[in-house]
């Protein structure tokens, strides 16, 4: 028996892959059918969130609906409340190499520097776009003593390579940074991989038409 046993979690031997339906209105978007489902039990996280996710031609659309207080934001993001998001508009699965289609933005329930959201790509050599304007990536929030609601849209211009009328999968994830706590992920967890270097990592996502 192993002294300090190696905590395996499950889904490091499973490769993810998910739907995510069109939004006809964005009214909708917060209904089950748009749920994301939640990994947190297989994870050994608790589970104070859910997420919601759709597209349309003109971008991708989520809601983050978070069960506690969400309003100690700072400039450097992974210290306090906030949540990154990670897309791959070709789902190119290259390991351990960020490039020109892979995107990294984070979100605040509040204004930091003036915006509520901004792009932080990191890349590596040339192999590389321009980071969106901050003024472009939309949030709304619903901010609650003791819980918090992130409507955010990122419209198709913030999204390298993302054309819907030829490539209908892209990969995505997701950390949910907190104050003072250990943050939440979608299904690869920040304590045993660098997520924003790991775009082979993230999970796929069919973009269903309904």
């Known amino acids: 028996m192993l002294d300090n ?8 031997f499973f490769d993810i892959t998910l739907d995510c339906f069109k939004v006809i209105s ?3 978007l917060l209904n089950k059918k748009y749920l994301i489902e ?3 039990s297989l994870m050994n996280e608790e589970e104070i969130a859910k997420v919601y996710m759709g ?3 003109d971008g ?6 978070i069960n506690q207080s969400f309003t100690n934001v700072f400039s450097d993001y992974r210290k306090g409340d906030s949540v990154e998001i990670f897309i791959d508009t070709r789902s190119l699965n290259t390991k351990g190499y960020v490039t020109k ?4 933005f984070v979100f605040f329930a509040e204004e ?6 901004m792009e932080v790509t990191r890349f590596r050599m040339d192999d590389m776009h321009s980071l969106c304007e901050s003024k472009d990536l939309i949030v709304d929030s619903i901010v609650k003593p003791s819980s918090c609601i992130l409507n955010i849209e990122i419209p198709a211009n913030c999204l390298f ?17 907190r104050f003072e706590a250990n943050p939440l992920h979608f299904s690869i967890s920040s304590f045993e991989h660098s997520i924003e270097k790991s775009p082979h990592l993230w999970p796929k996502v069919n973009l269903v038409s309904n």
Not at 60 to 65: A, G, S
């Open 55 to 57: 597209w349309k031609e």
């Open 5 to 12: 046993p190696i905590d395996i979690k499950v889904l490091n």
């Open 60 to 65: 991708l659309y989520f809601i983050f609906d």
């Open 38 to 40: 939640s990994f947190s």
């Open 26 to 28: 964005k009214t909708n």
């Open 112 to 117: 930091v520097d003036g915006y509520k959201g």
């Open 101 to 104: 289609f892979c995107h990294h």
């Open 161 to 177: 390579g993302f054309n819907v009328r030829e490539i209908m999968q892209i990969s995505f994830a997701y950390r949910i940074n």
